[in-house]
């Protein structure tokens, strides 16, 4: 099983998700379900932002340790 990890750092809080290959769809859809809820540091920039990385995930151009200020990264674990 192939899947890679994707880590948000945001304020006190981290969110650390695993995420199979071939089930990214699965996975912003569970994402968007933690930005509709107002009790959880997360909000749709970091939905957007997630999609871009799993966007960059599926084509192979995510970087291994990928961080933008309090935005997510992505490692591989194979």
């Given at each position: 099983?192939?899947?890679?990890?994707v880590v948000l750092?945001?304020?006190?809080?981290?969110y650390v998700f695993r995420v199979e290959v071939g089930q990214e769809e699965r996975f912003?859809?569970?994402v968007e379900g933690l930005a509709e809820n107002d009790r959880l540091n997360f909000d749709w920039?970091?939905?957007a932002f997630f999609r871009r990385l799993?966007?960059?995930?599926?084509?192979g151009t995510a970087?291994?340790?990928?961080r933008q200020g309090d935005r997510?990264?992505?490692e591989r674990d194979d």
């Open positions: 099983m192939t899947e890679r990890r750092l945001k304020g006190q809080h981290q912003l859809a569970a920039e970091d939905v799993v966007a960059d995930m599926t084509a970087s291994l340790g990928y997510p990264r992505s």
